[in-house]
């Protein structure tokens, strides 16, 4: 295949900052992509690059002009040929000179081409590029914002229902506890994955609040991802205006597993702690998941550090941590072969693309986490997958 021409735009993300769109021409066929953007991102991501006002018009110009002609010069035979490509074509460890949402944002589109000249949904494609078993995954749904995304209202950024089964069922379950968490909160701000921004006293409270919801819906359980990387300070976290050191913190997420239906805690320490995850890994062993996320930031040498220190038992897998599909797919493999579970993940400032859930389906992930009922970016990934359920029915 080859990528005759690619237009690229600045279109506005979930918090009106602006991201990359492009839309690839590969003979009679078109593609589209957009991509992401975070806020509590790690140090260790692949660079997202930006101008000192958030602008992104030099990465639109490395896509029209580097890339586009580069691609232009040649035939790919496979989705991953492309990628490393691109990969190759930046050359530096990071993707910092292109910029990965450049290449991200052409990664994701051409791997929708090829699928459309395979005659296969996207989902089915990254199945079959990966040697995947498709399925749906647990929906990570994100009821209380707090942390960064919520003027930090809570110390911790996500607190979510986990709820298992087939898509329209847990869907319609979690839909409904959330509807009725918000009567119970009354005029609450929101926060930004389109979860509830309450001010609580305690930090029990929203656990207190989501297992009233567990007991409701026997299916769901608690995740949270506590982002501790932004609650750093001092050798140690604030929480609630207390300083705790790593261990006084672990004893805390020991308390809420002991007392909580907690099913995962992602990134419960800061991005290079290693020997606190993998302590609270030990200790919750059976219980409780414990997620890298910054931790591991989707790269497969921090996740195979992470393999070697026992760190962690699950992974977030964000593609625009890493910069593109195929790397992507690689981190999903590696956490596989360490027996853990992937988890998929979109970005606080999210867009109108779905891919995330296209991709979250096609591994098979054990979970995807796709924000709050409250805005449209969160809700059409859910629609994707609603929608794949029934191609997959077909
Ligand atoms: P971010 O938050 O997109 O702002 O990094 C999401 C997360 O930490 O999981
Ligand atoms: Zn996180």
């Known amino acids: 295949m080859r990528i005759d ?69 040649r035939d790919f035979s496979t989705p991953d040929a492309l990628d490393g490509f691109l990969v190759d074509l930046d050359g530096t460890p990071d993707k910092a000179r292109l910029g990965a949402n450049a290449i991200l944002a052409v990664s994701i589109a051409s791997q929708r081409l090829f699928a459309e000249v395979d005659g296969v949904p996207l989902w089915k494609a990254i199945e079959k590029r990966g040697g995947f078993a498709a399925a749906p995954p647990q929906l990570y749904v994100n009821l209380i914002n707090g942390g960064a995304h919520a003027n930090f209202r809570l110390p911790f950024q996500e607190h979510m229902l986990v709820c298992k089964g087939k898509t329209s069922e847990a869907f319609a379950i979690v839909r409904t506890a959330f509807a ?34 567990v007991d409701e819906y026997p299916r769901t359980r608690i995740a949270i991802d506590a982002a501790a ?58 219980e409780c998941l414990v997620v890298g996320d910054d931790f ?8 195979e550090r992470a393999a070697r220190e026992q760190a962690i038992n699950a992974v977030l897998i964000k593609p625009n941590q890493i910069g593109s599909v195929k790397e992507a797919i690689e981190a999903v493999c590696i956490t596989r072969s360490y027996g853990w579970e992937p988890i998929c993940s979109h970005r606080s400032g999210e867009t109108m693309d779905t891919f995330i859930a296209d991709f979250a389906y096609g591994v098979g992930a054990h979970g995807i986490k796709a924000g709050g009922f409250a805005q449209k970016e969160r809700i059409a990934k859910y629609e994707r997958l609603l929608e794949i359920e029934r191609e997959a029915a077909e």
């Open 180 to 213: 009725k968490l918000g009567a119970r909160l009354g005029d609450v701000p929101m926060g930004d994955e389109g979860g509830y921004a309450p001010v609580f006293d305690t930090l029990e409270k929203p656990f207190e609040l989501l297992a009233s919801l």
């Open 5 to 73: 021409r690619i237009e690229a735009r600045a279109i506005s993300d979930s918090r009106g900052r602006p991201t990359v769109e492009v839309i690839l021409h590969a003979g009679t066929l078109r593609a589209m992509a957009s991509v992401p953007s975070g806020k509590s991102t790690g140090s260790h991501e692949a660079v997202e690059l930006r101008a000192a006002d958030g602008g992104v018009m030099k990465v639109l110009g490395n896509i029209t002009g580097e890339i586009a002609s580069e691609l232009a010069a």
């Open 296 to 303: 591991t930031a989707t790269n497969p040498l921090r996740i």
């Open 229 to 286: 990387n932004e609650l750093r300070a001092n050798a140690g976290y604030d929480l609630l205006g207390k300083h705790l050191k790593p261990t006084q913190l672990a004893q805390v997420y020991e308390g809420l597993a002991a007392h909580f239906p907690l099913h995962s805690i992602e990134d419960p320490f800061s991005e290079d702690a290693s020997a606190d995850f993998a302590y609270l890994t030990d200790a919750l062993r059976g």
